[in-house]
C-alpha cells in the first residue's frame, strides 16, 4: 500500500507597514494609558471610549479574516484524509470486534478451566467450589497457561492448590472458634449466635472477651434485682409483722386455766372424751395421789401431754390439778439428767 506523503508549502503573511502599525499603538498607548475619566468631561470620555472600541475592533476582525483563509487549507486536508480512509477504518473497525470476541472466547474458556481445577479441589475438602469465584478472575491471564491456552501452568496450579488450602484451614479455624464461643456461652447461660457473628469483624480473643464483659454486666444487674426482691421481700415481711402484732394488741389474750401460761393465739385444748366419763368420774373414790414433774420443750408439746390425759380420763380440776408451772432456762437432756440425778 502506497503511504501517505504530502507536500506542505508554508503560507506567508505580509503585514504592511508593520513599523507604522506598531507605532501607531504605541501612540494610542502613551496618549490615554494615564487618562482620567471627570464628571466634567464625561461626554467626551465616551466619544474616546467609542474611539478606541472601534480601533480595536477593526485589528479585531483583520485578525480573524486572515487566520480563516490560512486554516481553510489545512481544513480541507484534514476532510480529504478522513473520507479517503474511511473504508480502511472500518476494515479495522471489524477485525478489531473480532480479536475482542475471541479473547472473551478465550477468556472464558480459560475461566472454566480454573474454575473446573477449584472445583475437584474444594471437593477434596468439601467445600464449597463457589466461594472462588471472585478469585478465579486472578487467573484468567494467558501467561497463567501453557502454549495452548488451555492448559494451567505448574506454578498456576500450585497457587490455586494453595488457595483452597488456607481457605480450608480458614474455615477449620472458624468452626474452632465457633465451638469455643458457644462452649463459653454455654457455661454462662447465654445466647451465642450474637457473638459468632462478631468473629466477622473481630478476632476470638476479642470476642471471648466481650463475652466475659456482657456475662459480667448480666451477672450484676442480676445481682442488683435479687438485692431490691430480697429488700422488698424483707419490707414486706416487717409490714405483716408490724400489722399482725397491731391486731394482737387489741385482742384479749388466750390463757391456760391450768398453768396461767398465755398461749400465742392457739386454741385451748379440748376435751375429745365421750360425754358420759363425767358422770363415771362423779362415782369414783380417790385412794391414791401423786406428784408429778414434768418438763415441755414447748407450749405443742405441753397441750399434747394434756390431750394425752384427757384421752386417759384424766380431766383438770376433777382428778388432777397443776401447781408450780413456771418458764425455765432452756436446759439439754444432759443438763436434765444432772440436775435429776438420773
Known amino acids: ?37 471627570t464628571a466634567a468631561t464625561i461626554k467626551d470620555d465616551k466619544q474616546v ?26 481544513d480541507e486536508f484534514d476532510k480529504y484524509i478522513k473520507d479517503t480512509s474511511e ?63 488451555v492448559t494451567l501452568k505448574k506454578v498456576t496450579m500450585k497457587s490455586l492448590d494453595d488457595l483452597v488450602t488456607f481457605e480450608h484451614q480458614k474455615q477449620q479455624e472458624y468452626e474452632k472458634a465457633k465451638a469455643t464461643i458457644s462452649g463459653q456461652c454455654a457455661e454462662y447461660g447465654m445466647t451465642d449466635q450474637p457473638y459468632i457473628r462478631m468473629l466477622q469483624s473481630m478476632s476470638l480473643a476479642e470476642v471471648l472477651q466481650q463475652i466475659m464483659a456482657d456475662y459480667q454486666f448480666e451477672k450484676q444487674k442480676a445481682e442488683m434485682r ?22 394482737k394488741s387489741t385482742e384479749t389474750p388466750k390463757v391456760d386455766p391450768e398453768t396461767g401460761e398465755i398461749l400465742d393465739g392457739g386454741q385451748l385444748s ?41 384421752q386417759l380420763g384424766f380431766e383438770y380440776k376433777k382428778n388432777y390439778q397443776v401447781s408450780g408451772y413456771q418458764k425455765i432456762k432452756p436446759l439439754s437432756q444432759e443438763e436434765l439428767n444432772e440436775q435429776c440425778g438420773w
Do not use: C, W
Open 1 to 37: 500500500m502506497q503511504e501517505l506523503q504530502a507536500k506542505v508549502t508554508q503560507a506567508q503573511v505580509e503585514i504592511i507597514d508593520r513599523e507604522k502599525f506598531e507605532q501607531g499603538i504605541a501612540d494610542v498607548v502613551s496618549k490615554y494609558e494615564n487618562y482620567t475619566v
Open 49 to 74: 471610549l467609542a474611539v478606541l472600541r472601534k480601533l480595536k475592533k477593526q485589528i479585531s476582525d483583520e485578525r480573524i479574516k486572515i487566520k480563516r483563509e490560512l486554516s481553510q487549507s489545512a
Open 87 to 149: 473504508p480502511m477504518d472500518k476494515v479495522i473497525d471489524k477485525i478489531a470486534a473480532d480479536v475482542k470476541a475471541f479473547e472473551e472466547h478465550q477468556k472464558a474458556v480459560r475461566l472454566d478451566t480454573v474454575k473446573s481445577y477449584l472445583a475437584n479441589k474444594a471437593a477434596e475438602y468439601m467445600l464449597d467450589p463457589r466461594i472462588f469465584d471472585a478469585k478465579a478472575q486472578e487467573y484468567i491471564k494467558a501467561g497463567d497457561f501453557m502454549a495452548d491456552g
Open 226 to 247: 435479687r438485692a431490691e426482691e430480697e429488700r422488698e421481700q424483707l419490707l414486706a415481711t416487717q409490714r405483716a409483722k408490724e400489722q399482725e402484732q397491731a391486731q
Open 270 to 310: 379440748q376435751n375429745d372424751t365421750e360425754a358420759h366419763r363425767g358422770a363415771e368420774n362423779s362415782s369414783k373414790q380417790y385412794k391414791q395421789k401423786m406428784t408429778l414433774e414434768v418438763y415441755f420443750e414447748d407450749t405443742t408439746e405441753k397441750e399434747y401431754f394434756k390431750t394425752g390425759l384427757s
